[in-house]
């Protein structure tokens, strides 16, 4: 049974940075395009970031610059370094896994959330003006 599940959310201001962690098991960790996927209130699910199997790493254009993935394979473990937080990057934060690698598939192709296939429950981040 494949589980991920994420930790580092939280409250902080705008400007602020927080770094989310995810953990996964039940999967072949280094076989898996691991993305960050976000929810915000009213809105769609949006593709944050992914990363490939191959360390290709992809960013939707609103967080280019201040969004760092980083993977850790010995560790089974996925990293968001975020920075320069602005309200509008206030979402439930997820993590996702689907098989890869998928790196010569279009970049919208691989952050679209309904191309994962396990994801975790979330962890809230809320940035306040």
């Known amino acids: 049974q494949v589980q991920a599940v994420e930790s580092g959310g939280g409250l902080v201001q705008a400007g602020g940075s927080l770094r989310l962690s995810c953990t996964t098991s039940?999967?072949?960790?280094?076989?898996?395009?691991l993305g960050w996927i976000r929810e915000a209130p009213g809105k769609e699910r949006e593709g944050v970031a992914v990363e490939d199997v191959d360390g290709t790493i992809t960013y939707t254009d609103s967080v280019k610059g201040r969004f760092t993935s980083s993977r850790d394979n010995a560790k089974n473990a996925l990293f968001l370094q975020m920075n320069s937080l602005k309200p509008e990057d206030t979402a439930m934060y997820y993590c996702?896994?689907?098989?890869?690698?998928?790196?010569?598939?279009?970049?919208?192709?691989?952050?679209?959330?309904?191309?994962?296939?396990?994801w975790g429950q979330g962890t809230q981040v809320t940035v306040s003006a």
């Open positions: 996702a896994a689907t098989p890869g690698p998928r790196a010569y598939l279009r970049p919208e192709y691989r952050l679209d959330p309904a191309n994962y296939d396990a």
């Open positions: 039940g999967l072949p960790f280094d076989a898996y395009d």
